[in-house]
């Protein structure tokens, strides 16, 4: 069965980094789109950053040029590096697999994991 495990996440001040690691299980890891996506209090859920198989990746435009996502195939794992981040990052962060780029893509994802940004 699909797998789609979290860590990272946690509180940090303004300008801070973190760092997210999803661990997959259940499918054919190398050969699936995989990302993020993070949802708001009261907010609708938004793309992040997505990697494909062959590791082009997309990025919101909101994190563009403070996030990067990345893949180690060898052990199922996708990973997200978040740098400057600010009040506005603040979210529950899920890892997902993908379909096809896009949140209507999204067929599994992760339980979350909550980042707080204080300023």
Known sequence: QVQLVESGGGLVRAGGSLRHSCVASGFSFS??????????????????????PRSE???ADAVKGR??????????TVY????????????EYHCARFQWLGIGGIDYKGKGILVTVSS
């Open 67 to 76: 996030f990067t996502i990345a893949r180690d195939d060898a052990k199922n």
């Open 57 to 59: 990746t997309h990025y």
């Open 80 to 91: 997200l590096q978040m740098n400057n981040l600010g009040p506005e990052d603040t979210a």
């Open 31 to 52: 050969t699936y789109s995989l990302g993020w996506y993070r949802q708001a209090p009261g907010k609708e859920r938004e793309l992040v950053a997505v990697i494909s």
